[in-house]
């Protein structure tokens, strides 16, 4: 087991009403000035929006309203929350919303507490924040595990660059998860959700690290525990235990708990970052389902042990040693299998990837072949190449 940092300072109130009790949990702060941060119309029409600023407002809690963030959240957007928090003298950052809200906020925070440099920058890995402002979160789609994570995705549209980049002020101070609010999430998001949650897992449980049976144990009840979750919030939107299970798995899905003693990258979200940041319109947990078995079918040969554990563990096959490949084969087809009953994509043409942009993704992915993907098999320029070729019409 390898040395790790365990650190989850978030603060997380979980259940039925417990959004509505963000107005005194914001109080203990003691903001001068709140920025509310939320997407599209779907806030306002089910009446959260209404129902967080009376919280705030039955607290004297002073607030700014920054509405439009989009599935993948983008810099220009942030661009705009930065000089509101800075003109309006906003020391909280409150985001309502799934994880792009949330990372929109973060960068937001991150942006405003550090003006004298680019924000930019940050996603460039050209510097770490060391300062941000305090912010919180109400979850309304289980998916990203944002709320949790220390990590910050956000698009630049003007480039089609997307970039992640993980720091300690990444982490919010709370996160408030009623299963009730994402009743309304609809099928194909729902879906989606259930890939990335289940990706933010799977991914770290074939990161290098051996040794490591509670992390893996912890990882695989995760993994099989949102994929039943996934299929009955599907069956029964308002399955209270299926949504609460679901949300529950978000979080500990991508708060490092499932890498304990293990190296960390999310090779497959590399890959899915560049499709979503030149396809904005691609939902990224459906961009994830389209790779992740055209990668599982190139790497496995370079740790058939781990993915027979894998292949017992989760899927709960009984291992041929004698043909050890055709167990994980299996494996990697049941996983298939499941993203086509959900109704996910399992092929990036299906997603309007042109097979012209390939090239292009790959030179994105490995920042114009000056980066390799790391991982039991090293992943270069061509087989990077190869395995969006793969996945495109698979």
């Known amino acids: 087991m390898l040395n790790f940092v365990y650190e989850t300072p978030t603060k997380v109130y979980f259940g039925k009403d417990e959004e509505l009790k963000v107005g005194k949990i914001v109080a203990e702060f003691a903001p001068q000035k709140v920025l509310l941060h939320y997407g599209g119309q779907s806030a306002k029409k089910s009446g959260l929006l209404d129902r967080v600023k009376s919280a705030l407002e039955k607290e004297n809690i002073q607030y700014v309203e920054l509405g439009g963030?989009?599935?993948?959240?983008e810099l220009s957007l942030v661009r705009k929350g930065i000089e509101i928090c800075l003109s309006e003298g906003v020391d909280f950052v409150l985001a309502v919303g799934g994880g792009s809200v949330l990372d929109s906020a973060k960068d937001i925070a991150n942006g405003a507490a550090n003006p004298e440099i680019d924000v930019w920058d940050f996603s460039l890995g050209k510097c770490v924040p060391e300062k941000t402002l305090k912010k919180g979160a109400i979850l309304t789609l289980a998916a990203a595990g944002s709320e949790?994570?220390?990590?910050?995705?956000?698009?630049?549209a003007d480039t089609g660059e997307k970039r992640g980049y993980g720091c300690t002020c990444n982490r919010m101070d709370f996160a408030i998860e009623n299963p009730e609010l994402t009743y309304t999430v609809s099928p194909y998001q729902t879906a989606c959700g259930a890939v990335d949650i289940a990706m933010?897992?799977?991914?770290?449980?074939?990161?290098?690290?051996?040794?490591?049976y509670l992390t893996d144990a912890l990882a695989e009840a995760v993994i099989k525990s949102v994929m039943k979750a996934g299929k009955d919030c599907l069956a029964d939107p308002y399955n209270y235990e299926a949504r609460a299970n679901m949300m529950w798995a978000s979080s500990l899905a991508h708060n490092g708990l499932t890498q304990c003693g293990r190296k960390f990258m999310l090779v497959v979200h590399q890959f899915e970052h560049e499709v979503s940041g030149m396809y904005p319109e691609v939902a990224h947990g459906a961009g994830l389902a389209a790779l992740w078995c055209s990668w599982a079918r190139y790497v496995y040969r370079a740790n058939t042990s781990r993915w027979l554990q894998y292949s017992a563990n989760v899927w709960n096959l009984d291992i041929d040693y004698e043909h050890p490949e055709k167990t994980i084969e299996t494996a990697i087809d049941m996983q298939e299998q499941y993203y086509k009953s959900i109704?996910?994509?399992?092929?990036?043409?299906?997603?309007g990837v042109k097979e012209e942009d390939l090239e292009i993704l790959t030179k994105n992915c490995t920042r114009n072949k000056t980066r390799n993907l790391p991982g039991y098999k090293t992943l270069e320029y061509e087989d990077i190449l190869n395995i969006y070729r793969m996945a495109y019409d698979a």
């Open 69 to 73: 963030v989009v599935a993948n959240p």
């Open 148 to 156: 949790m994570s220390n990590s910050c995705v956000i698009t630049n």
């Open 200 to 212: 933010h897992t799977i991914e770290r449980y074939f990161c290098e690290g051996e040794d490591t």
């Open 343 to 351: 109704g996910m994509p399992t092929n990036l043409k299906s997603l």
